[in-house]
């Protein structure tokens, strides 16, 4: 690969070429990607070739069914995705300008602490930064890592899976989040035995999350660990609040991690049937990227790491040796 002269690619470069590439990357085909950025194939294909032509690089394999990134490719779409995040901020920084707030935080959220670590976060947040702007931006781990990478999100929250491949992000480990079993308040297992069994719970029917999704493959491999398979067939569901709202509404017991609802724990609403779930260490806590950390996640971190040290103290979350400190 030659040198590109610095001064033709500033004159050639253009943010088309880089959003063609980064969406031919992230739907996997010209077509797809053309239609996606409602532009005709040919002429993303051309942004392609000619992007490739001033970097003399291959970005793209050209497979059977679509296309998949060279190592070069990789280096390019990295460096892409966070050029066009700057570059997407700009309306942000100007909304910022004219409101008088002083910083806009991006916070991709994992789903158990969706549900049971950032509500009572948020809000403490908000309390001392009333000028920090926050979008909270909900998915799974495969998802939020790419948006991390490209700037799009300024912070990942919730468990910590590993992802089996090697990246450049910092993690900190706050805490571990065991998996509990839930029922409502008033639930039966409760009142027909003085400790419920697990042979009772077996009787009862279940909701529990997919098994698309970790944290069901998970709960999947804990029941099977515990003897705590149902006799009857399970109900499946990728919401944990839909999952909430079939506990506090029926006699369907539950596995979860007891952070995901954690807010109906203190509430009453739902409680713990003590019976262990024994499993290896699950921890969670912050992903973000290397360098110097904004003002409003060296705040989000801090106030997240007090609750999470309350939570530990009732029981909820447990402490994780060698866990970050703040």
């Known amino acids: 690969m030659r040198e590109p002269s610095f001064s033709l690619l500033k004159q050639r470069l253009r943010l088309r070429q880089l959003r063609v590439a980064v969406a031919i990357a992230e739907h996997g085909s010209v077509m ?31 497979l059977a069914r679509g296309v998949t990134p060279t190592r070069a490719g990789e280096t390019v779409l990295a460096r892409a995705r966070r050029i066009l995040a700057e570059v997407d901020r700009i309306p942000v920084d100007l909304m910022l300008l004219e409101t008088g707030m002083v910083e806009s935080l991006t916070i991709g959220v994992l789903p158990s602490a969706s549900s049971g670590l950032m509500p009572q976060v948020l809000a403490r947040f908000n309390e001392d930064h009333v000028d920090t702007i926050v979008k909270f931006v909900e998915g799974r781990t495969h998802e939020l890592l790419p948006l991390l990478g490209s700037g799009k999100i300024d912070v990942i929250v919730g468990r910590l899976y590993e992802t089996g491949t090697s990246d450049n992000f910092v993690r900190d480990r706050f805490y571990d989040e065991p998996l509990a079993i839930l029922a409502r308040h008033g639930h039966p297992i409760f009142s027909r035995e003085r400790r419920p069994t697990a042979a009772a719970l077996r009787r009862y029917s279940f909701i529990l999350p997919t098994l698309e999704q970790r944290v069901g493959q998970d709960i999947e491999a804990a029941m099977r660990g515990n003897n705590l398979i149902p006799e009857k067939p399970v109900l499946r569901a990728s919401s944990i609040s839909m999952i909430r709202e079939v506990l506090l509404t029926s006699d369907r017991v539950s596995i979860l991690s007891a952070l995901a609802t954690v807010g109906d724990l203190m509430r009453g609403g739902l409680r713990i049937v003590p019976i262990p779930v024994e499993t290896g260490t699950r921890p969670g806590g912050f992903v973000y990227g290397r360098g110097d950390l904004s003002p409003g996640v060296r705040a989000l971190r801090e106030i997240t790491f007090d609750y999470v040290n309350e939570l530990i103290a009732a029981g909820y979350v447990k402490a994780l040796p060698g866990a970050a400190r703040v």
């Open 32 to 62: 797809k990607a053309s239609q996606h950025l409602r532009m005709t194939q040919p002429a993303a294909t051309r942004s392609l070739l000619d992007l490739e032509q001033y970097l003399d690089v291959k970005l793209f394999d050209r």
